[in-house]
T-cell receptor, first 111, second 118 residues
Framework: GQNIDQPTEMTATEGAIVQINCTYQ??????LFWYQQHAGEAPTFLSY????GLEEKGRFSSFLSRSKGYSYLLLKELQMKDSASYLC????????????FGGGTRVLVKP | GAVVSQHPSRVICKSGTSVKIECRSL??????MFWYRQFPKQSLMLMAT?????????EQGVEKDKFLINHASLTLSTLTVTSAHPEDSSFYIC??????????????FGPGTRLTVL
């Protein structure tokens, strides 16, 4: 099976930076995704990494190290609207290329 | 971008009744749709993969006779929760892949259906 771990909750201040870590163990790794989910809503796609390194998209960046089974999502210049859950999901060939989600990290942005 | 809709957005039913949830891809064709369930403060758990024109593939521990999935067209998949019980109360979310896209990385999620069984 697959094992995906991320912190349960994080709190940060508006304008600051927060880094959400995700570690995974899987067979046949085939990509890692980050999604944002506001309470009661569906997840929205943020980023995708399949090769090692950093992918930057505006205020959001995602990093992957396949050898370490590790990724992080970096949120810069935090805004109040960034308060949400952030889900790390791994796609693996061993699982038929389906997505397996981590438990999610709830980020609370305070003024 | 691609849009996926779900209907209804919210449903309350009595224990023992059946509830049907629809998932539609509005501007693309989806040969594959996925059904997830999410309990409060937990992450998404894949229930089944819905394949157009063939039987759905269920994840371990998900009862196929209780959660009936039909994917009769390239734009519609339905999930029927049969003989619903209070423990089936959850947030049900579908997602779809665009069959015509070369980008197989992206799944488009529907807005979810909140089911409450009394």
């Amino acid at each position: 099976g697959q094992n995906i771990d991320q912190p349960t909750e994080m709190t940060a201040t508006e304008g600051a930076i927060v880094q959400i870590n995700c570690t995974y163990q899987t067979s046949g790794f085939n990509g890692l995704f980050w999604y944002q989910q506001h309470a009661g809503e569906a997840p929205t796609f943020l980023s995708y990494n399949v090769l090692d390194g950093l992918e930057e998209k505006g205020r959001f960046s995602s990093f992957l190290s396949r050898s370490k089974g590790y990724s992080y999502l970096l949120l810069k210049e935090l805004q109040m609207k960034d308060s949400a859950s952030y889900l790390c999901a791994v796609r693996a060939k061993a699982a038929g290329n389906k997505l397996t989600f981590g438990g999610g990290t709830r980020v609370l942005v305070k003024p | 971008g691609a849009v996926v809709s779900q209907h209804p957005s919210r449903v309350i039913c009595k224990s023992g009744t059946s509830v049907k949830i629809e998932c539609r891809s509005l501007d693309f064709q989806a040969t594959t749709m996925f059904w997830y369930r999410q309990f409060p403060k937990q992450s998404l758990m894949l229930m089944a993969t819905s394949n157009e024109g063939s039987k759905a593939t269920y994840e371990q521990g998900v009862e196929k006779d209780k959660f009936l999935i039909n994917h009769a067209s390239l734009t519609l998949s339905t999930l029927t929760v049969t003989s619903a019980h209070p423990e089936d109360s959850s947030f049900y979310i579908c997602s779809a892949r665009d069959a015509g896209s070369t980008n197989l990385n992206e799944q488009f999620f529907g807005p979810g259906t909140r089911l409450t069984v009394l």
